[in-house]
C-alpha cells in the first residue's frame, strides 16, 4: 500500500511540475550525465502553497513552525546555459529508511509543502531526479550526505536571514533587482530570483532564490546557469508574501 501511494504521488509531481519551480529543468534536460555547477535552490513556501492552491481549491498545503522560514527545494548539479543532468543513475534508488536520523529535521526545513510531513514523495524525487547526479561527487554520494548537505547548506545561507540583512523581510514589495542585489551585497556572490505570477491579479511573488556552487561546495556566481538572472517581469514589482495568498486549508507541523 505504501508503495502504491509513492507511485500515484510520483505520478501528479509529473503532472503539476510547473508548481514546484522545476518545469525548466523538465524542458531543457540534456542527456549527459556531466555538469558544471550544483545550485541550491531555497523555496518560500507561502507561494509554494499559493501555486499549489492555484492549481485547486481541494488542495491542502503544510507550512514549517517557523512562518517566515525559507525551506529546502533541491541541490541541482546543472550545465551551463541549460538544463540537467537528470534521472542519472536507476541502481541507486530511494531508500526512505536511509533517512531516518535526518527525517524530523527533514520534515521541517526541506517540508512537503504540497503532501505534508508524512509524505517521502518530495524527497524520492529530489534524489531520483538530482541526487543521483550529484552522487557522482564523493561529498553527495549516498542519501544522507546529499541531504545532509542541503540542510548544512541552509543553515549557512538561510534566505530568511540573508534578506534580513539587507532589510528585505516577509509582507514587503521589492522589485527584482534590488532583491538580486541585497542577496549579492550579504553573499559576495550572484544569484537566481525565481517568480510565481498570481494569474487572476498579475501580483508577482518570490517563490525561489537559487545560489550556485562549484564541485568542491563553494559559493560562486550564478552566471551562466539557465534562468540567469530572475524570470520575474522587470516591469512588476515583486511581493514577498508575508502570508499564504487566498489563504485555505493550510497545516502548520
Not at 52 to 68: G, I, M, R, V, Y
Not at 172 to 186: D, F, K, M, S, Y
Request: hydrophobic letters at 35%; a negative charge.
Amino acid at each position: 500500500m505504501f508503495n502504491c501511494k509513492i507511485t500515484i504521488r510520483m505520478l501528479l509531481f509529473l503532472v503539476i511540475a510547473n508548481v514546484n519551480g522545476e518545469e525548466d529543468y523538465s524542458r531543457r534536460g540534456s542527456g549527459s550525465t556531466d555538469f558544471d555547477v550544483l545550485i541550491f535552490t531555497q523555496s518560500w513556501p507561502k507561494t509554494v502553497c499559493f501555486t499549489w492552491k492555484e492549481s485547486s481549491a481541494s488542495h491542502t498545503c503544510t507550512l514549517p513552525k517557523d512562518q517566515n522560514e525559507w525551506t529546502i527545494h533541491g541541490i541541482w548539479p546543472s550545465q551551463y546555459h541549460k538544463m540537467g543532468p537528470q534521472f542519472c543513475d536507476k541502481s541507486k534508488p530511494f531508500d526512505a529508511k536511509a533517512l531516518k536520523d535526518l527525517q524530523s529535521e527533514l520534515q521541517e526545513k526541506w517540508i512537503d509543502v504540497e503532501y505534508g510531513k508524512e509524505s517521502y514523495s518530495f524527497w524520492e524525487h529530489e534524489w531520483n531526479k538530482h541526487g543521483t547526479c550529484a552522487a557522482q561527487l564523493r561529498q553527495l554520494d549516498t542519501e544522507v550526505k546529499y541531504f545532509g548537505e542541503g540542510l548544512h547548506l541552509l543553515g549557512i545561507y538561510d534566505m530568511k536571514n540573508v534578506l534580513a540583512k539587507a532589510s528585505i523581510l516577509p509582507g514587503q514589495i521589492h522589485n527584482a533587482t534590488t532583491i538580486l542585489n541585497a542577496v549579492e551585497r550579504v553573499l559576495g556572490k550572484r544569484s537566481v530570483l525565481i517568480c510565481r505570477e498570481n494569474h487572476k491579479t498579475g501580483e508577482l511573488y518570490i517563490l525561489e532564490i537559487r545560489i550556485c556552487f562549484d564541485k568542491t561546495l563553494g559559493l560562486i556566481n550564478c552566471d551562466g546557469v539557465y534562468g540567469y538572472p530572475t524570470n520575474c517581469n522587470s516591469y512588476k514589482d515583486v511581493i514577498y508574501p508575508g502570508e499564504v495568498p487566498h489563504l485555505y486549508n493550510v497545516v502548520q507541523v
